[in-house]
Nanobody
Framework: VQLQASGGGLVQAGGSLRLSCVTS????????VGWFRQAPGKQREFVAA??????????HYTDSVKGRFTISRDNAESTAYLQMNSLKSEDTAVYYC???????????????????WGQGTQVTVSS
């Protein structure tokens, strides 16, 4: 199983980036996909999750990104996306995609519930 995250970069505050996570070696539609981030000196935090359709297919966001970030997935392409708009300096972090089968109702925001992880892509927002 491989996950390849890309799309990070340097952007000014208020700008946008679109992250991609291309997966291989698994039946993507059977997995929940999550995005997490880790800023320097801080713990990894949950950003967004797209629950697998077999468990309801719901979407969840952490409060700080609601209305600005959009998670999506293309099961035919085994790829997940994170569209990030209105970026703020506090969004600066390494962003990771992960797939797993966490509980659909709770636990989707727990990184320990995800089995496979990508390598991370750096997002830097300048103010």
């Amino acid at each position: 199983v491989q996950l390849q995250a890309s799309g990070g970069g340097l952007v000014q505050a208020g700008g946008s980036l679109r992250l991609s996570c291309v997966t291989s070696g698994l039946t993507f539609r059977q997995y929940t996909v999550g995005w997490f981030r880790q800023a320097p000196g801080k713990q990894r935090e949950f950003v967004a999750a797209y629950i697998r359709s077999g468990s309801g297919g719901r979407i969840h966001y952490t409060d700080s990104v609601k209305g600005r970030f959009t998670i999506s997935r293309d099961n035919a392409e085994s790829t997940a996306y994170l569209q990030m708009n209105s970026l703020k300096s506090e969004d600066t972090a390494v962003y990771y995609c992960a797939v797993g089968q966490p509980p659909a109702i709770s636990g989707y925001d727990n990184g320990n519930a995800y089995r496979y992880w990508g390598q991370g892509t750096q997002v830097t927002v300048s103010s």
